[in-house]
Nanobody
Framework: VQLQACGGGLVQPGGSLRLSCAAS?????????TGWYRQAPGNQRELVAT???????NYGDSVKGRFTISRDNAKNTVYLQMNSLRPEDTAVYYC??????????WGRGTLVTVSS
């Protein structure tokens, strides 16, 4: 599966962005879980949010109540709506797909910068 992540950019603190992760090359029904992860300079990659094929969601503690992950099976796309953005949300955001057989694919990252 190929993953195309987009939607990053520069936003002021308190603003919003929506990231998209479009999958191609395989049916979304072969996907077990899709997730967003992020990595800031000097930090390890961390979980942002995940969503299963059955729409069960999980969020990192730092984004709970501010970010929402969702999926559109018809478009084979997973979204990350990010609200109330903070400077500490600045990072490269990566999309990750885990298949029903446990095969993992990563997309190329998209940079989110939160700054005034």
């Amino acid at each position: 599966v190929q993953l195309q992540a987009c939607g990053g950019g520069l936003v002021q603190p308190g603003g919003s962005l929506r990231l998209s992760c479009a999958a191609s090359g395989r049916s979304m029904y072969a996907t077990k879980t899709t997730g967003w992860y992020r990595q800031a300079p000097g930090n390890q990659r961390e979980l942002v949010a995940t969503i299963t094929r059955g729409n069960i969601t999980n969020y990192g503690d730092s984004v709970k109540g501010r970010f929402t992950i969702s999926r559109d099976n018809a478009k084979n796309t997973v979204y990350l709506q990010m609200n109330s953005l903070r400077p500490e949300d600045t990072a490269v955001y990566y999309c990750k797909d885990t298949s029903n057989f446990g095969f993992v694919s990563w997309g190329r990252g998209t940079l989110v910068t939160v700054s005034s």
